[in-house]
């Protein structure tokens, strides 16, 4: 990330925390940029550079009201608009099929041992991210700014396997999702180690379709432990594939967004940003049909 994608980054890091906090007052796009010192007229197409949608249509996204909405009933959802105009014929991110396929016992046990790792780091709207596999799929996705703690972190998730700096095509084919185009995305296979109560939380986070929020009392419902609501979180809490396992589409039963392994600032910015492009394709479609 260069000196100006990180003073872009920044500013709407600020933008967004701004917003979250000062929601119910329904701020203008100027008292937003003056929370950033940009021009309304620069910031405006920054954010929507960002975002893909405006900054007060994102305001409108990410509010504790439209949370609520969602998870009244789920009836008319941005998501079930999608996919009465059609989205669901093609392969956006939410058609996705990702398998998991948990580490043998003995894997889990040996911390890694005999597995070969191949890491990178990459660039998102969303920060600076490392992403790694072993040869059967994905194992780990963080957000982390500092190179060498990512890799301090990875490590410690595998203690003792082997790892080398390079980027190979599962790497690159599961970074797509970081894009607003997503024709071409083929399923992803995981990689991951986990205990078979985790494994099952984590399967359940796969599937809440894009545009759509859940609650841990939700998915505790799901994998029938209704009662295990904490022990859901914990779960959740320990993901380890940041976005592609999407624990930050899980919020508390009140609508409050609720804590994220790395940020609520950020984990406010994912779900702003799903909603965003699903609403946006939703309403293209429908103009297309018109």
Request: with cysteine; proline share 4%.
């Amino acid at each position: 990330m260069n000196e100006q994608q990180i003073i872009d980054y920044e500013r709407i890091s600020r933008a967004i925390r701004f917003i979250l906090e000062h929601h119910t007052a329904q701020p203008s796009l100027e008292a937003i940029a003056e929370q950033v010192h940009l021009s309304p007229y620069h910031f405006q197409r920054l954010f929507t550079e960002w975002a893909g949608v405006s900054p007060k249509k994102f305001l409108q996204y990410i509010s504790i009201a439209h949370a609520k909405q969602l998870l009244k009933g789920r009836e008319a959802t941005l998501f079930d608009t999608a996919m009465e105009t059609g989205l669901s014929g093609t392969a956006r991110l939410h058609d996705l099929f990702i398998k998991i396929e948990g580490m043998t016992p003995g894997e889990y046990k040996n911390g890694g041992q005999n597995l070969h790792i191949r890491y990178s780091f990459s660039v998102t709207q969303f920060g600076r991210i490392i992403i790694a596999n072993t040869e059967k799929g994905i194992c780990f996705i963080a957000f982390q700014e500092d190179d060498q703690a990512a890799l301090n972190d990875l490590k410690q998730h595998f203690p003792h396997a082997a790892f080398s700096e390079e980027q190979d095509i599962l790497q690159q084919q599961a970074l797509k999702i970081f894009t607003t185009e997503w024709t071409d995305i083929q399923p992803v296979q995981l990689h991951l180690k986990g205990t078979p109560f985790q494994l099952k939380v984590w399967e359940a986070l796969l599937t809440i379709p894009m545009g759509q929020l859940s609650t841990y009392g939700q998915i505790a419902g799901q994998i029938q432990h209704p009662a295990a609501s904490r022990a859901v979180g914990t779960a959740i809490g320990s993901n380890p594939v940041a976005f592609l396992i999407p624990c930050h589409r899980v919020i508390q039963s009140s609508g409050i967004f609720g804590g994220y392994m790395w940020g609520s600032v950020r984990k406010t910015a994912l779900i702003g940003w799903e909603q965003a492009q699903v609403a946006r394709d939703a309403l293209t479609i429908t103009d297309m049909q018109l």
